[in-house]
């Protein structure tokens, strides 16, 4: 079963709007979750991520997200994007295996387009 | 520190060939992994490895071959390459388990022809 869905594959916004990239998870996973950011030709780095506490989770380039533990959700927030914010952002969850071992699953990407 | 590193950047490969991808960090981290990327699916877990000498599948794990015989190298092998191997290849490595931050290479572009 998958364990993280990513429901928009590409979200096209104007600079300065607001924008939301929606990730669901498993219900069955542990709750280790995380946000990347991947510029074109270039690796992944982390934006933010959520291991416990507060819901809501403040990360790098003025993005946050929202944890929802009764909507099995943690979408993705900026209040106003800039051109530069365009890239493929990725929901990851950290699993927890049967052989006693955390492996990390990512979702399929949203590839966010910022426009002029 | 170099962080995660990957070689080589590009490789083409005709069917039926082997190879190496290699892959080295300098943090000291136990977790390393390798991920394939492909348009539309996002990044595929191939196996991974929790320490040196243990190893394990991820989800796609058919055709290619990982040991870890130090901390620092995690090299990945494909046996022999077939054109569905064409993909962006992503190593990846973290302090530990459960809730660290990944840190990634660069990538490696494969064409199998």
């Known amino acids: 079963a998958q364990s993280v869905t990513q429901l928009d594959s590409q979200v096209p916004v104007f600079e300065e709007a607001p924008v939301e990239l929606r990730c669901n998870y498993s219900s069955s996973v542990s709750v280790y979750l995380f946000w990347y950011v991947q510029y074109p030709n270039q690796g992944l780095q982390l934006l933010l991520k959520y291991l416990s506490g507060s819901t809501l989770v403040k990360g790098i380039n003025g993005f946050e997200a929202e944890f929802n533990k009764s909507q099995t959700s943690f979408h993705l927030r900026k209040p106003s994007v800039h051109i530069s914010d365009t890239a493929e952002y990725f929901c990851?969850?950290?699993?927890?295996?049967?052989?006693?071992?955390?492996?990390?699953?990512f979702g399929t990407g949203t590839r966010l387009k910022v426009l002029a | 520190n170099a962080g995660v590193t990957q070689t080589p950047k590009f490789q083409v490969l005709k069917t039926g060939q082997s190879m190496t991808l290699q892959c080295a960090q300098d943090m000291n981290h136990e977790y390393m992994s390798w991920y394939r990327q492909d348009p539309g699916m996002g990044l595929r877990l191939i196996h991974y490895s929790v320490g040196a000498g243990i190893t394990d599948q991820g989800e796609v794990p058919n055709g290619y071959n990982v040991s870890r015989s130090t901390t620092e190298d995690f090299p990945l092998r494909l046996l022999s390459a077939a054109p569905s191997q064409t993909s962006v290849y992503f190593c990846a490595s973290r302090k530990g388990y459960r809730d660290y931050e990944q840190y990634f290479g660069p990538g490696t572009r494969l064409t199998v022809t």
């Open positions: 990851a969850v950290s699993k927890f295996t049967s052989s006693g071992t955390y492996k990390y699953i």
